[in-house]
């Protein structure tokens, strides 16, 4: 059900579905990336900056790995009395089949939502775009744990298995997105009722085992007590954590310091309300999707200012909430949970967007609500989490960027309102 909100927006918009009103990978297929100051041209002079390791800490590698490896995706039950992982395994045509499952050692939701401020009707219980991440070399994946406040770390085995190696208390209530740069793992805290909720994000270092530490110092508040946090990535090369703040309607950036620990934020105005999902270009370029109905671009500086490249370029759909690139980057897929839809935009060598088609595929079903979506590694598929109907999709990806549908699987364990969190590998 849709119902007009207000969330001290410059206009007033229909209440996506599964966004609940408001509600990154990088790629690395470049050599270089590129962050834009205003005095300079946005095609302006490459500059790459490195992150100094803390002192005493361990580099984890991010280098390809040579090993032949298993090609899964992973989802999240989000199980209010026992949060779990299940891992499905992609054949040679794309299609998947159910492997195996696994504890996360930790509680999720269920169909309770973390924010009051969003419908609760069971989709997208978490808000929130990367709850479930890996590592960028594949190595690691994190999950969060909305229920009992903690987030867990597996290590990846050769054939995709995951053994569980931590769990963490998260810094903060209800935490909902984590990512990862080499040793360094943040996690996005909404907070609860009981601590006003107290939005943050919080940091770890991670040991060369996938042990978690927490590092002293490293929690910061976002712009408002309740912003509510709906992702949380690092830019490429890791001087950067970006937070869409999806009830304030601003980007809060932070850079990274050499101990792991964050600046005080560069507090930005999203072009759009409800700023949701993101996702870093090689580039340095910055796309997050609006539940508002759109997907914007931006160019970032050094200092965290983000300069609008594309401005809430509308998807003529509802609740656009989750965004995720092709590997080659020239296309992006969004999400749009209200409308049953998936959203194609071209995306152009300076970083600004294009909508593409309006409806590039349409779920199947009585109540589809796509929400987390990834990308196989190949570059040839692209999957999405239904969470209405607790299935997961996929689809072909076409050289001019069209979707072709291959199957809806429904595995035994994911539940049909309460999922969250799908991760590629």
């Keep these: 059900m849709t119902s007009v909100f207000?969330?001290?927006?410059?206009?007033?918009?229909?209440?996506?579905k599964g966004c609940k009103g408001l509600k990154v990978e990088s790629t690395g297929i470049r050599p270089e990336w590129f962050y834009e100051s205003r005095d300079r041209q946005l095609s302006g002079s490459s500059e790459r900056r490195r992150r100094p390791l803390a002192p005493g800490s361990e580099r984890v590698r991010i280098s390809a790995d040579p090993r032949p490896v298993s090609r899964l995706i992973y989802v999240m039950t989000n199980?209010?009395?026992?949060?779990?992982?299940?891992a499905l395994r992609q054949g040679s045509d794309g299609r998947l089949s159910r492997v195996a499952v696994y504890a996360t050692g930790g509680n999720g939701t269920g169909v309770e939502e973390v924010s009051p401020a969003t419908p609760q009707d069971g989709i997208d219980p978490l808000a929130s775009q990367g709850s479930l991440t890996l590592s960028r070399d594949g190595r690691f994946l994190f999950a969060v744990n909305a229920g009992s406040d903690t987030i867990s770390s597996f290590r990846v085995t050769d054939d995709g298995g995951l053994v569980l190696v931590d769990v963490v208390?998260?810094?903060?209530?209800?935490?909902n997105s984590v990512d990862v740069f080499e040793n360094l793992v943040y996690v996005s805290n909404v907070g609860d009722a009981?601590?006003?909720?107290?939005s943050n994000v919080t940091g770890f270092h991670l040991a060369n085992d996938g042990r978690l530490t927490l590092i002293g110092g490293s929690t910061r508040r976002l712009s408002t007590a309740d912003a509510q946090p709906a992702r949380v990535v690092f830019s490429p090369e890791g001087s950067l954590l970006a937070v869409s703040?999806?009830?304030?309607?601003?980007?809060?950036?932070?850079?990274?310091?050499?101990?792991?620990?964050?600046?005080?934020?560069?507090?930005?105005?999203?072009?759009?309300?409800?700023?949701?999902?993101s996702v870093f270009l090689s580039m340095g370029r910055l796309l997050v999707a609006e539940a508002s109905g759109a997907l914007?671009?931006?160019?970032v500086t050094l200092d965290g200012t983000v300069v609008i490249l594309s401005g809430s370029v509308p998807s003529t759909q509802e609740a656009t909430c989750w965004v995720v690139t092709t590997k080659d980057e020239r296309f992006a897929f969004t999400s749009n949970t209200d409308s049953g839809t998936i959203t194609s935009y071209t995306?152009?060598?300076?970083?600004?967007?294009t909508l593409a088609d309006a409806v590039v595929a349409r779920l199947?079903?009585?109540?589809?609500?796509?929400?987390?979506?990834?990308?196989?590694?190949?570059?040839?598929?692209?999957?999405?989490l239904d969470g209405g109907q607790g299935a997961v999709v996929a689809y072909r990806i076409e050289e001019n960027g069209r979707l072709t549908h291959l199957q809806t699987l429904k595995p035994d364990g994911l539940p049909t309102l309460g999922a969250q969190g799908l991760a590629v590998r």
């Design 296 to 299: 914007s671009s931006y160019a």
């Design 169 to 175: 208390p998260s810094g903060g209530a209800q935490p």
């Design 79 to 86: 199980g209010a009395t026992g949060n779990e992982v299940i």
């Design 194 to 198: 009981a601590n006003g909720f107290a």
């Design 364 to 384: 199947e079903g009585e109540a589809p609500s796509p929400i987390d979506s990834g990308v196989s590694m190949d570059g040839g598929y692209f999957y999405v």
């Design 6 to 16: 207000d969330l001290n927006c410059s206009r007033t918009t229909r209440q996506p």
């Design 347 to 353: 995306i152009a060598n300076n970083g600004t967007v």
């Design 245 to 277: 703040e999806l009830t304030a309607n601003r980007i809060s950036l932070f850079r990274v310091q050499s101990d792991g620990t964050l600046s005080a934020p560069t507090v930005n105005a999203s072009s759009g309300p409800a700023p949701f999902g």
